[in-house]
Structure formats: C-alpha cells, structure tokens
C-alpha cells in the first residue's frame, strides 16, 4: 500500500518582517535630527505613553504610538533582534492575523500594566514618558517560550564564551528578573512592569487565540515540565500580588506635580519641566541646563514647599544653598512673586534669579565656579495625579489582577495543550543575557 504524505507548506513571517520595517522607519523618522543615534525629545513629546494623559481622550493615540517609538539606537536594535529571533517562529505556527493580535494586545496590556502598578513602581511614574515595543514583544516571548519550550538558544554574557540553553529557561529568567527588578525598583528608566504585563498577557491571549479551534497534541513533545511551571506560577503569583496592592492603594495616589520652567539667560530662552512627588518627597530635574540651574535652586533653598495657600507678590531672599555633594556653597538672590497652593507647594514664581553656577567637566568633576549668574525665571506647577487613581489605576489594576489569574491557570493546566511543532531556523540564535 502506497501512503502519500502532504507536506503543509510552510508559512513565511510576512507580519514580523512589517512590524520590524515601520519600526524602523519611525525610528529614522523621528531621530534624524539627531544622526539616528537618539530620538529627539519634541518626538517624545508626541508620540510616548503618559499615565497622566489618560484621562484625556484626544491623547489615546498615544496607546498605539508609544509601541512603535524607541528611545535611541541600542533601545530598537536589541527589540527588533528579539522580534526577528522569537517572532518568525511564533508567526509561522501560529498564523498571520493571530500573531498580529496577540502582538498588538501583549503591547496595549503591557501599557495598562504600566499604568496599574504606578502605586507600586512610585507615583513619579504619572509623568515619565515611555516608549518602545517591548511590552508587544514581551507577549511574543511568552507565546514562544510555551509553543517551543525545547528550542537551543545560545545564551551570551560577555566576556564569558556562549553556552547553550533551553528557550524555556531562558525566557522563565528573563520574566522573573523584570518582575523582580520592578518590585525593587532596580532602574527607574526601564519600564519592568510593562514587560511583565506584555508577558502575562501574551500567555492568556497565545491560549485563548490556539483554542479558537480544537488543539491538536504533539506526538512525543513535552512542555514545561513541572518545575519551570512552579516557578513561573509562582513568579505570575507575586505579579497577581501587586496588582491587587496597586488596586487597594490607587485612591492615594496624589500630589504629583509637573513644573513648567521658562528661563532667560543672556536674551536666549529656555523651556523645559520638571516633576515632583509630594509623598514620596522626589524630584526629576529638567534636562536643559538653565531650567535645571533655576529648579535646583528653589530645591535647595526649601522652597519647593512653604505654608500652604502662601502668596507675596513682593517675596525677596537672599541665602546661600548647599548641593547635596562635596560641591562648594553658592550664592542665591531671588525676587519677584512667589506663591504655594493648599497642600503647600510652589504654584508659581514670575521675577529675577541671581546665583553662582557651578560648572563641570565631561566626568561630573568641577571645573569652575561662575559667578552673580542672571535669570528671569518664570515657573508654574499643575498637580497632574488628581482622580486618575480611583478612575484609571485602580481599574486597570483590577484587570491586571484578573488577566494574572489567568496567565496562571493557563500555566498550571493548559500550557501543555500550546505546543508546536518545532521550526528549523537554520542556526541557532545568540542571545545575550
């Protein structure tokens, strides 16, 4: 008898090859006045996901933006490698239409997990802009590691030669370390929420995607194996955890403040801004130079907060701040009109600034010291926190919570059912850790 076997033919990651080139495009796009080395910041501005715009529907557009926008060269290359890696293989099993599903909800769930844990990862979080697909490519993660839990990586710390591991593993360390390094606040510019929420996201829409038909087992193929699953259960569990804290604390979340500064300096204006938490007593100084200068020193002086509702439209001082290094004291002279709001912080200050500028070398070393410096300052504070605790994170942590419990049972009794045929790429891929 004569058995004649039809070969599928395979698939070709068409969406993975689109995601990657609009990424690339948009990040030519927005960097080219900075030699592609970097976006500019007016980019920023435009396109990054803010928690505290929210509640602003005209701004939702940033949901969707923020997941094609990186912050400079290294940012989308390592993305776009980890695309290119884990999604060939993740599309070529799983289909055109539902791989572009499952990357564009692990992206907006991992914005939505941002937003959830602020009250975890610190209320400064409101006004820190974030971008790039890594929340996306996080849930793509998640689908690979559970379709080819057994696929070889070739897992690089450097200098150290390469050595060989499971993708299972390597994923499951990957996941743990951003919720880990989100619990302990490890780097403020890394959004490790938001790649936890992409992963957990990934997991529970990989399985309800797979089951829109009935499963077909994989012959001699085994998933996870008990341990790694305990250990991503566990791992899922401790994410479950903050977000059910993050749920219960949201209605706290207040006092968050962004300041708008305008200096002039030898008739050349400069604007920028700067952040302030009341509760956790924190501050982000601006990144231009003469608005830093001018923030530092109301920082310094103690006037950041005074008497609540305190105005004098005739507030003049003349003090000496101490920076808080070995840094030598300066002088600061200041006059105009000063003025608190309710809860005791500066809302505005419109007159002279006279202070001594300490300048510094490539290496953070002081160089010299300029003297009797003269700005015009003009500053304004709005306390942007307001309701979004109790009208946007408090909801958006309920749902984390929910689709965490759901990420966990698919773990625990369904991951098995995920399982895919392996895919020869033809090499094996350097990872580095």
Known sequence: MRVIILARKRRRPYVTYLLILVNVIV???????NSLLETSSEWIDTLAYMPSLTGCPREWYRFLSCMFTHADFMHIFFNMYFLFIFGREVE?????LKYLVLYLLAGLGATAFHTAFTPVGGSIGLVIPTVGASGAISGILAS?????????????????????????YYLLIWFTMQVLYGYTRFESGTAFFAHAGGFVVGILVLYLLRHARKPRPEIGRTGLGAKPKAILGLVIVALA?????????????????????????????TEDVAVYTMVENKTVSPSSDDPRVVFNRIVWAGLLQYQPSYTNPDFEDSTTVFPPSLWPPLRLYMKGSISYDQLGVLQSFEGKMITDVILTDSYGRVRSVEKNVEYQVSMNSEEVAGDLGAK????????????????LIVTLTKSDELLAREVYLGFRPLIPI
């Open 144 to 168: 690979h590691m559970l379709m080819f839990p057994g696929r070889k990586l070739a897992a690089w710390i450097f200098p150290l030669p390469p050595v060989v591991i499971s993708s299972s």
């Open 92 to 96: 070529t099993r799983l289909g055109h």
């Open 27 to 33: 990040y030519i796009l927005t960097s080219l006045q």
């Open 392 to 407: 946007v994170v408090g909801p958006l942590a309920l749902l984390s919570a929910v689709v965490a419990v759901g990420a």
């Open 241 to 269: 955890a903050g977000a059910v804290y993050s749920y219960f604390t949201s209605k706290n979340l207040t006092g968050v403040y962004l300041l708008s500064i305008h200096t002039i300096r030898n008739g050349h204006l």
